[in-house]
């Protein structure tokens, strides 16, 4: 059964950094593609950012060139490295498998103001 859990969110000012962890048990990290996925207040939950269990990475154009995603797979972990914060990277940040339905974690909180 697969399990997710996001850590590492708080409050941050424009301009400052914050590093998300995805913690997943269930799940066997040497082939599967993970993401980042994030949800604004009133929008939808929208992907941004992927790293293949190769560790080939894609990132959406607003995230680009600020946040790095990696990986551990003998720690069955994920890290989004945030850069460069600001205010519209507001939301929640949430992990998850891509192209296999998986259940979701509770989210970690990410907000950026002064």
Excluded at 98 to 111: C, D, L, N, Y
């Amino acid at each position: 059964q697969v399990h997710i859990v996001e850590s590492g969110g708080g409050l941050v000012q424009p301009g400052g950094s914050l590093r998300l962890s995805c913690a997943a048990s269930g799940i066997d990290w040497n082939v599967v593609t993970m993401g980042w996925y994030r949800q604004a207040p009133g929008k939808q939950r929208d992907l941004f950012a992927h790293i293949m269990h190769s560790g080939q990475t894609t990132y959406a154009n607003a995230v680009k060139g600020r946040f790095t995603i990696s990986r551990d797979n003998a720690k069955n972990t994920m890290y989004l490295q945030m850069n460069s914060l600001k205010p519209e990277d507001t939301a929640v940040y949430y992990c998850n498998i891509i192209g296999v339905p998986a259940p979701w974690g509770q989210g970690t909180q990410v907000t950026v103001s002064s």
